[in-house]
Structure formats: C-alpha cells, structure tokens
C-alpha cells in the first residue's frame, strides 16, 4: 500500500485496504506493508504473514487505521524497493510451506494488492528477477478521484505479471472493484473444472434458526468462445444451509454414556459442533471462530491437546487417552476424568474445509455409526 498519498486518495485507500483484508478467509495468509521511499510492515511487530482469521484481520485493519490517522509523507513512492520487499517475504512464506511442519501456507496462490495513486514505474527488472515463473501475480488498485486516467507504468506491472489492473475514483466503487481479483484467480478452476465443496465457518443466523454453517458449490461457464477456446468466466455459486442443531441431533447420545460428549472441528481448528459453545443473541457480522483450544480444559503443562488437535487436522484417525476437565451436566461441578478420544475423519462426505472436517468422539470408539449419520445428512 503506497503511503505518499494525502487526503481524499489516503481515506479511499485506508477503505479499500479495509474491503480488501475482509474478502479474505481462514485458509489465507496475509500482512500489510506500508511503502514510499522505503518499505516496511504495517505492524513492525508482525514481521511475517498471518492467517487471515477474525483476530488478525481486526487487527490489521486496526493498525491501519492508526496509521493513516497519525503518518503523513511527503516522500515518493519507490516500487522497485516495494517489490523487491514483497517478492522476499512471499519467497520466504512459500518455502515456509513446503520445507516446513508449521502449518504455514500451502504453497498454492501467491498475490499481492497493491493500492496506490499511480506511478511511472512498472518494476520490470525486479518481476524479471523474483517472478520470472509468474509464481506471483499483481493486482494494481489506482486509487483516487484522478485514477480514471491509468497510470501506464503500474498497469504494466500487473500485465507482466498475469495480474489485473483496476481503478477506484470513489467511495462508491470499494466494495465491487475490490473484489476483481476473483475471477482472475478462479480461470484455473474453471478450465480444470474443479468443483469443489465448501464448508463455512458456524455463524449466527439471523433469522433466527441459530448456529449454522453452509455447503457452497461453484457455478461455471463451460460453453466455447467464438474461436473456439475454453470458458474461463465463474458465473456464481450455490449454496445451501445447514443447522448445527440438525447435526448435534444426528450424534448417539445412548451410545456414548454420561460422561462422554462428541465435537467436530474443521481443518483450521476451529469448532463445527461442542455441547459448550452457546449461540450469542443478536447478529454476528463475522463467524465466531473459537478454537478448540478455547473450549476444552485440560491441566496446566500438557500438550494432549494441542497433540490432538493437530492430529485431528492432519486427517489421521486413532484413539489417544489423557486427563480432561469435564463439566457436569448441570454445569456446576468439574471432574479430573481420564477420558479416551476416538477421532477420523468423516469419510464419504463432502464436509471439509480444504484439508476437511474431523469429528472426535469420548468415552467410546463409534465413528462408524457416526460417519454413516453424518453421510445421512449430506446425501
């Protein structure tokens, strides 16, 4: 994000950044940088790429607002050094991901947004150097009431680059000409044809029917062009809604005992389903991701839960046992229980969130009745 902008172009960008950061989902990974002469992270304490959940998010957009409010420069944007500053920490973020086990990227998409007043400078040497492969493309946002006449150096920049160039001369054009990186990142779908279900994060319905989450499906264009090439436009996507409700009903109560409980997770770690996560009153303009950390209690200095938890995301299936603080059902005593956890992945589903959904089971071993409940539903 280019700080040598002032006024009305500065506001425009601090909204735009906003919308942008917003777009993003559990399974992103992001920061911002702030650049003119030189270039630097918007947090100086977030030196590298976050998972763009709730909290970070908020955060980002927290600090770029005090930012914007109490920085102003007069020094020249210098994109040569933005570049080269964003093509390192992208390199390092993808090597991250395929020499590592800290479950850090995916080594899959790799973008930068950039939003600026528009420049002479296409960086040509610099994309020739990090982004020869095109592994990275560009999206240029020309922001600003004057973006309407294109800034030709950094249009190249997102041209050499497979990226996109846009402009957003007001407020009004934010919340769309945000969004046009999209369709440029969904053309390999399309011409693989890859249709792919996705779960959302729980959230509170505001109709009223409570927690639920919903099953989306990506619609494309698959007819010819005029000189015969493939589609690559994606014309939308269908969705449907399910209840939590609906599944904790599926779960067999009888089967598991007093003291046992079942709870799902989706590939983030983050809650689907658990006999302690209460729905809030009102409406929830963000998914409430609470983390399975968050909700299970076990004694101070152990790791059997953050083993588990990793385990559950890394798709394995197995039984572990450890000491679990396990409320009564009227919720007014704790016990010290040895509980044992059964937990898979549910098969022959389509309820997954990229590295898909794990259900664990205490006190007893039933995921085979579980899975085939669970399928039940889906079908």
Known sequence: MSGSTSGITSNLIKVSVSEAIDTLGDDDFVNVAMFNDNTTFLDPKLTTFVQANLRNKQHLKKQLKEYMENNATEEMANYTRALEFAFISLDKLMDEATTSDNGKGADCNS??????????????????KYN????????VYNVGPNAMVSSDGVKEMACLTNGYFSNIPSIGAVRLTTLDYIPVLSRPLVLAGNRTYQWSNI???ALGLGMMTTLTLPAFNKTKLPDGSANQQLLGVVGTDVTIKGMENLVPKARIGPEGYAFGINSNGYILIHPRLKGQLGYLSDPPNVDLLEVEVIPKGSDDLVNLRKAMIDEMTNNVTFISLVMSKGERYVHNISMTYSYTNINATSFRLVCGFQIIVAGAN???????SWHSLFL
């Not at 020869?132 to 999206?139: A, G, L, N, P, S």
């Not at 039933?366 to 085939?372: G, Y």
């Open 111 to 128: 973008v930068i947004l950039m939003f600026t007043d528009g420049g002479p400078d296409s960086g040509e040497e610099i994309i020739k």
């Open 132 to 139: 020869d492969q095109k592994r990275t493309r560009i999206f």
């Open 203 to 205: 959230y509170l319905d």
């Open 366 to 372: 039933i995921k085979h009745s579980f899975n085939f």
